[in-house]
């Protein structure tokens, strides 16, 4: 064991150090804040599939869109009530309103 490491230390330092590097970036991007998407208030009437049509996307499905809502609002249904706010997976931007990312599960 001793051989290996007097050998091989600086790549396995390397190594280790570099996956640390990409597990942080990828926890870092996968936890957007909350803030970085739309909310909206439920008017009467709306429902989460209504929703997904509105801002369909080619980056999302109907139904990815509506996990996505699920998931992020820890809704147990895909039932929604007037009143509540809901966060949408779309990403807040002065000039265009992006899909989020469905690939980021």
């Known amino acids: ?42 008017e009467s009437g709306d429902t989460l599939w209504a929703m997904a049509e509105q801002y369909e996307d080619a980056n999302m499905s109907t139904t990815e869109f509506v996990k996505w809502v699920r998931e992020a609002n820890e809704l147990q249904t895909t039932h929604i009530k007037e009143g509540q706010t809901i966060i949408l997976p779309i990403e807040k931007n002065a000039d265009i309103l992006h899909l989020a990312d469905s690939n980021k599960e």
């Open 1 to 42: 064991m001793k051989h290996v490491w007097s050998s091989y230390s600086y790549t396995i330092i390397f190594t280790v150090g570099l996956f640390l590097l990409i597990l942080l970036a990828t926890v870092t991007n996968f936890e957007k804040s909350d803030d970085q998407y739309v909310k909206v208030t439920v």
